[in-house]
């Protein structure tokens, strides 16, 4: 069975250390305690991590992540193994997000690679650079695997990919064919991909994507209701209102009317999203 940890991520961590660490060169096995730190490590090398009775395959991209005062055993196949690290605390006390103690970095190697160098380098620099370049490697390491099956794109790096084009294009013209093509996959795959994650049809999570951006502009701005209708992708106001009272139960000017800027949480008439 795969073991979990959970990271709190609603504020940066801090960054105590990182560096580039070489594993090996006193003998084929370390032990390993970090009394009030996280460890986080990126390996460069194979071989096996232990902790808490379940050994973990090392290899070249995976990432691993330990809590605070957990012995972990390090056995290796080399004699200089080489890793990027990162001793950290999580100060956070919000949502937690669970991830595996090891993960492959698969596509994402180079990109996490580049950050925690990003990291290191800061960490001599300025404290609050190495937080910001370590928080982003964090929140990325959530999206690795399934580790949170309820989140769309969790569980296939082609829906990860789509998930992603949809957010960086909800303002303009989104089809089916055109985010498979983004995605490296088949319409036909890419819509049972959806099924089986998110419960939608891709073309239904799109327009409930568009619709919660729209309720959020309309609680919490003053931008007229035809530039919110063109800003979130649908620019004809008869399918804006249409749509909102599909996912959101109400016309675009009642969710501004009940929830506004001017109004706040608790005054007039509440709206609740039809889901």
């Known amino acids: 069975m795969t073991q979990h940890v959970d990271l709190t991520l609603d504020r940066p961590p801090h960054v105590e250390n990182a560096g580039v660490g070489v594993h090996g060169s006193a003998g084929p096995h370390d032990v390993f305690r970090l009394p ?24 070249p991209g995976h990432v691993s992540l330990v809590p605070p005062d957990t012995e972990v055993h390090f056995h290796y196949d080399a004699t200089r193994c080489e890793h990027l690290y990162a001793h950290f605390r999580l100060p956070g006390d919000g949502e937690r997000r669970r991830v595996p103690v090891m993960q492959d970095t698969g ?5 996490l690679t580049g950050l925690l160098r990003q990291t290191v380098a800061a960490s001599a620099q300025s404290s609050a650079r190495a937080s910001a370049e370590l ?3 964090l929140w ?12 769309p794109g969790s569980r296939h790096p082609a829906l990860r990919t789509a998930v992603a084009h949809i957010e960086e294009h909800l ?3 989104l089809s089916v064919p055109a985010i498979a093509r983004a995605a490296g996959v088949s319409p036909t795959h890419l819509t049972r991909l959806f099924r089986e994650d998110t419960g939608h049809t891709v073309v239904a ?3 409930r994507r ?5 309720r959020h502009l309309l609680i919490a701005s003053t931008l007229a209701i035809p530039a919110i209708a063109a800003t979130v992708g649908i620019p004809d106001l008869q399918a804006f209102n249409k749509a909102c009272r599909k996912e959101l139960g109400a016309s675009p000017r009642a969710v501004r009317e009940g929830y506004g800027p001017e109004r706040g949480p608790g005054r007039g008439r509440a709206v609740t999203p039809s889901r």
């Open 140 to 151: 990325r390491t959530t999206g690795l695997t399934a580790a949170d099956e309820n989140r």
């Open 171 to 173: 303002a303009g013209p």
């Open 210 to 214: 568009r619709t919660e951006r729209a």
């Open 107 to 111: 596509a994402d190697a180079a990109m």
């Open 36 to 59: 009030r730190l996280w460890q986080l490590h990126l390996y460069g090398y194979s071989g096996t991590l232990e902790l808490g009775g379940s050994r973990h395959p090392i290899r």
């Open 205 to 207: 999570y799109i327009r």
């Open 135 to 137: 928080w982003t490697v």
